[in-house]
C-alpha cells in the first residue's frame, strides 16, 4: 500500500507539499510508537495481544483512508493508523530473534520471507489497480494484514529477561554514546530511503511508466532483497554490523544520483536492483547492532527504538522535505541533494567515531 500512496494523494488534487505533510505524518507517530509500544511489551511480556490489537487497528484504519476525500481529514485518520502500525514490525524482529537464541545470525533467513511476500503481492497490486482502481492496494493490504493477523494467534512469543526495573536499564541505555552515534548513520539512511520510497512513483509517473511498470519496480526491488537476506549471516560475520551500515548508506548515494539521471522509465528496473545492498543491509545491520547492544531484557525496547529512528522520525524527514524538493526542483534534483546529504552524514559520522576514540585514548 505504502508506494501506491502518493498516487492516491496526488489523485486527490494535493500538492507536493501536503503529500510530503501526509507521507511525514505515519514515520513521525512510529518514532513515539515503536518504542512506547516496545517498553509495554518488555515490562508485561504481553507481545500477542499487542501484535494483535495493532494489526487488527491498521487493517480497519487503512480501509478508512481509502474512503476520505479531504486533505483536513486525512491528517487525524493518519494520526491513529501510524499509532496502530508503529510496533508491528519491530516486536516481530525481536520475537524472531528471541526464539532464534544463540543462532541469531540467521535472521536474514528468517527475514527474506517478508521480501518474497512483498515480491509477489507488489506486480499482482499493480496489476489490479491498473486495471481497475487504487483501491486496490488498501483492499490488498487488509486481506493480506488479515492473514498475518491469523497466523499471530498461532505463534510463540518467548519472554523476556529482564532483571531490573525497566527505566534504570532504559536510562543507561539511552546513554549509550555508541548507539546513539550509530542512530545517527540510522537516520541519515532512514532518511534516504524514504525519498525513494515516498516518491519513486511519482517520478516514474512523470517519466511516463504505468502502474504495471511500478509493479515490476518494486518486484525488482525485492529480488535484489533475497541474496542479501540469505547470506547475512555470512556478512554479518565478516564485518561488522556498523561496517555494512556505512557500506549501505554509501550504495545509497550511488543509486540516487543514477536515479537522477534517467530519462527512460524502464532503466529504473536496473537501480532497483540496488534496492537489497541499501535497504535490506541496513535494515540487517540495524537489527543486529541493537539486538547486540541492548541490555538484558530489552531487546523489544531495542528495536523499538531502531524502528522509531529508521521508519520513524528519519522517513518523516525524508517524506516531508522530498516533498518539498520534489515540488520546488523536480524528481531529478531531489535525488541529488539527498545523495550529498547522505554522503555529508557518512562523512560526519566517521569523523565523530574517530574524534571520540582519540579522546578516550587521550584519557585512558
Keep these: ?79 491513529v493508523y501510524a499509532l496502530f502500525t508503529a510496533p508491528i514490525i519491530s516486536l516481530m524482529d525481536d520475537t524472531v530473534l528471541r526464539e532464534l537464541a544463540d543462532r541469531k545470525n540467521q535472521y536474514g533467513r528468517v527475514r527474506i520471507w ?28 487488509a486481506g493480506i494484514m488479515f492473514i498475518g493477523f491469523l497466523i499471530i494467534q498461532n505463534i510463540y512469543f518467548p519472554p523476556g529477561n529482564r532483571k531490573e526495573p525497566f527505566w534504570k536499564g532504559a536510562r543507561l541505555f539511552l546513554s549509550n554514546r555508541t548507539w546513539l552515534l550509530f542512530l545517527f548513520l540510522v537516520f541519515a539512511g532512514g532518511a534516504g530511503l524514504a525519498v525513494i520510497q515516498n516518491y519513486l512513483f511519482l517520478y516514474m509517473s512523470d517519466l511516463g511508466a504505468n502502474n504495471i511498470l511500478m509493479g515490476l519496480a518494486l ?19 565478516r564485518w561488522s554490523a556498523k561496517s555494512l551500515f556505512i557500506f549501505a548508506a554509501l550504495i545509497y548515494v550511488f543509486r540516487a544520483l543514477a536515479l537522477s539521471f534517467i530519462t527512460v522509465p524502464w532503466i529504473i528496473l536496473i537501480t532497483q536492483l540496488l534496492h537489497g545492498l541499501t535497504f535490506s543491509v541496513m535494515w540487517v545491520a540495524g537489527v543486529s547492532f541493537a539486538n547486540d547492544i541492548a541490555p538484558p531484557g530489552y531487546s523489544a525496547t531495542a528495536q523499538g527504538i531502531l524502528s522509531g529512528v529508521f521508519m520513524g522520525i528519519a522517513t518523516a524527514a525524508g517524506a516531508f522535505f522530498g516533498g518539498i524538493l520534489f515540488q520546488d526542483f523536480g524528481g531529478a534534483m531531489m535525488y541529488r541533494i539527498m ?5 555529508a ?17 587521550r584519557v585512558y
Design 1 to 79: 500500500m505504502l508506494p501506491f500512496l502518493a498516487l492516491f494523494y496526488k489523485k486527490l488534487g494535493l500538492s507536493g507539499r501536503q503529500i510530503g505533510l501526509l507521507a511525514s505524518i505515519p514515520p513521525l507517530i512510529n518514532l513515539i510508537g515503536a518504542p512506547l509500544w516496545a517498553a509495554l511489551a518488555d515490562t508485561y511480556n504481553r507481545q500477542k495481544l499487542i501484535m494483535s490489537i495493532t494489526i487488527a487497528g491498521a487493517i480497519i484504519l487503512a480501509l478508512v483512508i481509502s474512503r476520505i476525500t479531504a486533505f483536513a481529514l486525512l491528517i487525524p485518520v493518519l494520526v
Design 114 to 141: 517478508g521480501a518474497i511476500g512483498w515480491g509477489i503481492s507488489a506486480p499482482i497490486i499493480g496489476y489490479l489497480i491498473d486495471r481497475n482502481d487504487l483501491q486496490w492496494a488498501f483492499f490488498g493490504y
Design 219 to 237: 518486484t525488482f526491488a525485492t529480488i535484489s532483497e533475497l541474496p542479501v537476506f540469505f547470506f547475512s549471516n555470512q556478512l554479518l560475520l
Design 339 to 343: 545523495a550529498i546529504a547522505v554522503a
Design 345 to 361: 552524514c557518512v562523512v560526519t559520522y566517521l569523523f565523530l567515531s574517530w574524534w571520540f576514540e582519540q579522546r578516550d585514548r
